[in-house]
C-alpha cells in the first residue's frame, strides 16, 4: 500500500489540516502524547503502533506491515527508511521485519498448507501461485527443503487476483480432502476437482498485498525477514542461517 492509498483509507489529510500546530510552535510531551492518541483514535490503530521516531521530530506509525513517519507538529508525512550510518543498520526495516512476524503469526498456520518434518531448523511460511515456474521449481524440491531441516508453510497467493485461473484454482486446492496432494498436482499443471468451501484465499492475498513483495515465491522467515525470490535448497538453507544468526547477535 503506497502513501497516497494511506491517506484516502484513512482520511488523513483532514486529521492533519484540522490538528496541525505550528511547526515553531514547542511541543511539550503532554502535547505528543495528545498527537499520539489523535492519531491512534482516526485511524484505528493502537497506541503501541505509534512511537518516537529514530529521527527527533518525527513519529513512526506502523500501519500493518507498512512503516511511515509523521512530523509531530502533524503536518508533514515521510515515506522512506531511516538508515543509521554510524551502524549502517536500516532502521525502518528492522521495524518492517517486526512487523511481518506480528502479521504472519497472527495469521495462523490453520490457514496454511504445510510440509513440515518433526523439530524444523527453520520454518519459513511462502506465498506461493500454482503456476508460477518458480514456485512449482520450488515445491519439485520440497523432499529436499525437508531433509535439509527446513519446514515449509504454503500461503496460497493466485498472483493475478480475483475472477483469475489460478485464483479459481487455489480455492479448489483448498477444498480438497488432502491439501498436500492436490497442490502438488496443481504445480504439476493436473486437473483438480472444483470444490466449493469457505477458503482463505482472499486473506492471504491481502495479507500478501499488505507486505509488498514483488513477485512469486515469496517466503518469510520464522523472526519475519522476507526473502524475495527462489532459492536452491542448500543456498536457501545458507540464507536462513545467515539471517539467524544475525538475529541472535543484536
Not at 31 to 52: A, F, P, T, Y
Request: include cysteine.
Amino acid at each position: 500500500m503506497n502513501i497516497t492509498r494511506i491517506l484516502i483509507a484513512f482520511g488523513l489529510t483532514g486529521l492533519l489540516a484540522g490538528g496541525a500546530l505550528s511547526a515553531a510552535e514547542e511541543q511539550s510531551e503532554q502535547q505528543l502524547q495528545q498527537k499520539r492518541e489523535e492519531i491512534s483514535e482516526h485511524w484505528g490503530l493502537e497506541i503501541e503502533n505509534i512511537k518516537d521516531a529514530a529521527i527527533p521530530g518525527l513519529f513512526e506509525v506502523m500501519i500493518g506491515t507498512q512503516i511511515i513517519y509523521l512530523s509531530t507538529d502533524g503536518r508533514f508525512l515521510l515515506e522512506g527508511d531511516i538508515v543509521d550510518i554510524t551502524t549502517q543498520e536500516n532502521l525502518t526495516e528492522n521495524r518492517r521485519v517486526q512487523a511481518r512476524k506480528i502479521a504472519i503469526d497472527a495469521f495462523g498456520e490453520d490457514k496454511m498448507i504445510a510440509f513440515v518434518d518433526a523439530d524444523p531448523v527453520h520454518t519459513i511460511t511462502v506465498f506461493t501461485d500454482t503456476d508460477c515456474s518458480y514456485c512449482r521449481k520450488l515445491h519439485a524440491e520440497i523432499a529436499a527443503i525437508n531433509e535439509l531441516g527446513i519446514g515449509v508453510r504454503y500461503l496460497l497467493y493466485p498472483r493475478y487476483g480475483p475472477g483469475s485461473e489460478s485464483w479459481h484454482i487455489a480455492n479448489h486446492v483448498w477444498c480438497a480432502d488432502d491439501r498436500q496432494q492436490a497442490l502438488t498436482l496443481a504445480k504439476l499443471n493436473e486437473t483438480i476437482e472444483p470444490r466449493q468451501c469457505d477458503t482463505p484465499v482472499q486473506e492471504s492475498y491481502k495479507l500478501g498485498q499488505s507486505i509488498g513483495f514483488r513477485g512469486t515465491p515469496a517466503f518469510v522467515t520464522a523472526d519475519g525477514d522476507l526473502i524475495a525470490g527462489y532459492l536452491p535448497p542448500q543456498a536457501l538453507l545458507e540464507r536462513l542461517n545467515q539471517l539467524a544468526a544475525r538475529h541472535l547477535s543484536r
